[in-house]
């Protein structure tokens, strides 16, 4: 507990009890008052004087622990203040979350990866093609219009697609629909990719219209990433 917690904390009791003596002090005064008033001569001047200025004195105390208690009180809020402008300003330290150097390097990253899972689709997608070109030149028939062929053998339907010894089935699925996937898999294991207040939900909108109103959010992780070494544009 730190100091300004501890006298805040102490301060409320201690004007609880100031001001406990204050109603004390009042009902003695008040008390002596009516034993006067009965006609009580024991009651003497110097009695109700002592009484007024013990309240008196009391309402000093209690004013006086409700003043410390508004200080701590002030204190404390104070120094909330600080640890929170502390703790924004490490936020936005550079290298820190709010780098946007830092965000734009994994934006790179990320582009390159893409970059080279299309490279690798269209290559796994060419490749088909191939096989089946080799297979046509070494007088393999196309089974389109023929019975199923034996598992054992490789065949193709055409130039598009073809089928390994083992019986695996090949099609060239086009490049763009494995992205799509990726992204609607992300999108899932995300729990739903934000796209920020009054915006469409990720992937219910063509990409294009997505990327065409964030292109020029704050930061432009797009003109950010080649600057810092990352994937060309």
Known sequence: ??????????????????????????????????????????????????????GRFAKLRAEAARRKAERATQAAADKQRAAHL??????????????????????????????????????????????????????????????HPEVGAMARWGTKAIRLADGTSLYPTGTGLRLAVLLADLDQEIRGIPTGDYQPPFLREPLITQADR????????????????????
Do not use: C, W
């Open 86 to 147: 502390a703790q924004a300003t490490a936020i936005a330290a550079p290298g820190g979350p709010l780098d946007a150097g830092a965000l734009a390097v994994q934006y790179a990253a990320a582009r390159d990866a893409v970059r080279a899972f299309v490279a690798a689709s269209e290559a796994y997608n060419a490749a088909i093609a191939e096989t089946a070109r080799l297979l046509a030149a070494a007088d393999v028939p196309d089974s389109a219009d023929l019975p």
């Open 1 to 54: 507990m730190t100091a300004t917690t501890t006298d805040q904390t102490e301060a409320e009791p201690a004007v609880a009890q100031a001001e406990q003596e204050v109603t004390e002090a009042e009902q003695l005064l008040a008390a002596l008052e009516e034993r006067v008033r009965d006609g009580d001569d024991a009651v003497t001047p110097t009695q109700l004087a002592d009484a007024r200025e013990l």
């Open 214 to 233: 964030g292109r020029d959010a704050k930061p432009q992780l797009h003109v950010i990433a080649p600057k810092l070494g990352g994937a060309a544009a």
